[in-house]
């Protein structure tokens, strides 16, 4: 969920997150969440860049496996045409003291993404994102990595055409779910 004020070419606002991610050994996914901070510009009529920054939780085994962590993102898009905009962001998550093994043990995760936004009526689009995940555990060799393509419909209720460009860092959660395999 996104929360902001547009003041001419500036955007100022504010985001929350709730994830789901694969934990230790429960039959049930486990759930964390996200709270941050954010700023966009409109550069020109086609270009929109941003930056975002926030605090992030995922308990997947109390006193073993957690991210407790500061993440960072800062993306941007190119409007090609009224009906097509592409975009892309890297994204950076460190915890600092239980991501695999508490005491010390940090791990961290980038990600980079790539997505084209194609507007099919009103507020409403199709969303095709291409992800990559790397994910490392800094006290063993163990790193994790993962790439995925995600396909979607995409409703805004709101703001402005460029700021649909921005959503939520999500990253943090998928890292999340190596935790316990990087055990």
Known sequence: MH????????????????GWFDGYDSDEPMVGHLYGV??????????????????????GDPGDNEFIGLVGRIGGSYQ??????LGGSFETGRSNECFVDCGDQPGQYFGLTVDAQYAIVGQTSLVATLSGLRVEDYDDPDTGTDVSLFLGVRQSFGGSDPL????TPMQMFRAAGYMETLD
């Open 3 to 18: 929360f902001g004020k547009e003041t001419g070419s500036l955007y100022v606002g504010a985001f929350a997150a709730a």
């Open 38 to 59: 954010e700023a966009g510009k409109t550069l020109s009529n086609n270009v929109f860049v941003y930056a975002q920054i926030g605090k992030g939780e995922a308990i």
């Open 80 to 85: 090609i045409n009224d009906k097509l905009r």
């Open 164 to 167: 649909s460009a921005m959503n």
